[in-house]
């Protein structure tokens, strides 16, 4: 049976997750080494991704599109709660981000499973590493995140 997600059944949501995933990931057409020399291209893709590679806009956003439902398949088998709208995309974000068995084996997903999303949001400026290394850009992402997530919570 085919996973069918939120993303599926709300545009909305769909578009606000393409959004801040693709705001934080940024666009790169031709493949490039991420700041821990991983090979990336498009939205932050790294699977099967060479240096060298090149995809057009479209290939991008179907990719980005087409591996958020993966995430949210991955994420959704570990999440037990129903959090609202803007505290998913953040949690989808950040799957996406660290990847879902980081995710499912997280200390924000046991908040977010015992019904602590507060505690949840909160975890996410703790994953502002990369090969043990605090980095800029991933401070400012979790920070967003963190934002967007609580934002959810505030409505």
């Known amino acids: 049976m085919k996973f069918q997600g939120r993303l599926s059944r709300s545009a909305a949501l769909a578009g606000l997750c393409v959004t801040h995933v693709g705001g934080f990931e940024g666009l790169r057409t031709v493949a490039y080494s991420d700041p821990v020399g991983i090979p990336t291209i498009c939205f932050g893709e790294t699977r099967n991704v060479h240096l060298g590679d090149h995809k057009?806009?479209?290939?991008?956003?179907?990719?980005?599109?087409?591996?958020?439902?993966?995430?949210e398949a991955g994420m959704a088998a570990c999440l037990k709660v129903?959090?609202?709208?803007?505290?998913?995309?953040?949690f989808?974000?950040?799957s996406y981000n660290v990847g879902t068995g980081a995710f499912c084996s997280s200390t924000l997903l046991k908040k977010a499973n015992a019904?602590?999303?507060?505690?949840?949001?909160?975890?996410?400026?703790?994953?502002?590493?990369?090969?043990?290394?605090?980095?800029p850009g991933l401070t400012a992402r979790r920070?967003?995140?963190?934002?967007l997530c609580l934002q959810g919570l505030a409505a």
């Open 56 to 71: 057009t806009v479209a290939q991008c956003d179907a990719m980005l599109a087409s591996r958020l439902v993966e995430f």
């Open 82 to 90: 129903n959090e609202p709208d803007p505290t998913y995309a953040a």
């Open 92 to 94: 989808l974000s950040f």
């Open 115 to 135: 019904g602590d999303l507060q505690g949840a949001c909160d975890e996410l400026p703790k994953w502002n590493r990369a090969a043990g290394i605090p980095l």
């Open 143 to 147: 920070a967003e995140e963190r934002a």
